[in-house]
């Protein structure tokens, strides 16, 4: 299949062009939305060009067949696409000089950049730690057995509790997987806070037991992220109540679904989701590039 690729440095250029293509499958390109969501919002900041990788890519029709996104510090995202498209994007991409720390992307399509970009930059090689990674969708939920304790809204006044959690889910994932995402950031967090989509589980004497947060906003859903229950509270129930409520609170304010990834290799996570109406949608690769061992 003949196709070009294009690159753009307007975000609601690329919107404009893409939006539509990615909704058809909202829920595995919901990553891609998201951050467009945010980068076209009307109070943010422009993001320099040079702090971006928006990729569209045509086919002789002029029909658009993927789509690639990268914002750094983040590696690069993909639609779903064939062999040949992926072929296509690693050479623009290598031709252009640009850097790639990593992929994220469907299986198949990870696993056919991870070749095509190591072909091209023969000093990299493939990290030893690599995420299997499962989308899920919910559009209702099955209410689990309750802990005892009440669900709310986070408030300002518990900022600090939420950047410490959030501080320790990112040592967690680094120590669990060897991949961390990038500190959220207090000033982050308090947005979130201030937008309403931080939630907490509280036992029944007050205590806060678990957490977690909305991000990525698409046309039509949002992604639950950021779960998180310190070790001493876990196997209670708490988180799944937490994700529960707050996938709900979702859905009553007018997402018609909710979205979460959940790493394969913990079959508990993957299991208690489904018992709250979590449904499988595709499996994802997260893949990290290491310079080769000059030895």
Same mark, same amino acid.
């Given at each position: ?6 690159f ?5 250029a ?5 939006t539509a293509f990615?909704?058809?499958r #909202? +829920?595995?390109n919901?990553i ?8 076209t919002q $009307?109070?943010?900041?422009?993001a320099?060009?040079d ?12 029909e658009?067949?993927?789509v +690639?996104m ?6 690069i995202?993909? &639609?779903?696409?064939?062999?040949? %498209? %992926?072929?296509?994007i ?8 640009? #850097?790639?720390?990593? %992929?994220?992307?469907p299986?198949?399509v ?10 091209r930059?023969?000093?990299?090689e493939?990290?030893p730690?690599r995420v299997s990674?499962?989308l ?5 939920? &099955?209410?689990?057995?309750w802990?005892?304790?009440t669900?709310?809204?986070? *408030?300002i006044d518990e900022?600090?509790?939420l ?6 889910? *990112?040592?967690e994932?680094?120590? #669990? ?9 207090r ?9 309403g ?24 859903g949002?992604?639950?992220a950021w ?5 001493d509270?876990?196997r209670?129930?708490? +988180? *799944? ?6 996938s ?13 990834? *959940?790493?394969? &290799?913990n079959?508990t $996570?993957? $299991?208690?989701?489904q018992?709250?109406g979590?449904?499988?949608?595709s499996d994802w690769?997260h893949?990290?590039?290491?310079p080769?061992?000059?030895?």
């Amino acid at each position: 299949m003949t196709t070009r690729i294009q690159f753009f440095t307007d975000a609601r250029a690329f919107a404009d062009r893409t939006t539509a293509f990615l909704c058809r499958r #909202e +829920a595995d390109n919901n990553i891609i939305l998201g951050n467009i969501g945010r980068l076209t919002q $009307s109070d943010a900041p422009p993001a320099p060009p040079d702090t971006l990788m928006l990729a569209a890519v045509d086919a002789a029709t002029d029909e658009l067949v993927a789509v +690639a996104m990268r914002t750094p510090p983040h590696n690069i995202l993909f &639609t779903d696409a064939g062999g040949d %498209v %992926v072929e296509t994007i690693a050479d623009a991409l290598d031709r252009a000089g640009v #850097e790639i720390p990593g %992929v994220v992307a469907p299986v198949a399509v990870a696993n056919a950049f991870t070749d095509a970009w190591l072909r091209r930059r023969p000093d990299f090689e493939l990290s030893p730690h690599r995420v299997s990674l499962r989308l899920y969708q919910l559009d209702r939920v &099955t209410p689990p057995p309750w802990p005892a304790g009440t669900f709310h809204r986070a *408030t300002i006044d518990e900022l600090d509790l939420l950047v410490e959690w959030g501080d320790a889910f *990112t040592r967690e994932l680094e120590l #669990e997987r060897g991949i961390a995402p990038p500190p959220d950031g207090r000033e982050r967090m308090r947005s979130r806070v201030e937008a309403g989509l931080m939630f907490l589980w509280r036992d029944e004497h007050g205590g806060a037991t678990a957490m977690c947060g909305c991000v990525g906003r698409t046309p039509n859903g949002v992604r639950i992220a950021w779960v998180y229950t310190p070790p001493d509270l876990r196997r209670r129930g708490y +988180a *799944t109540a937490c994700v529960a409520r707050a996938s709900q609170r979702m859905l009553d304010d007018g997402r018609r679904f909710c979205f979460l990834y *959940t790493d394969l &290799t913990n079959p508990t $996570s993957n $299991s208690i989701y489904q018992r709250i109406g979590y449904r499988p949608v595709s499996d994802w690769a997260h893949y990290d590039f290491a310079p080769r061992d000059a030895r």
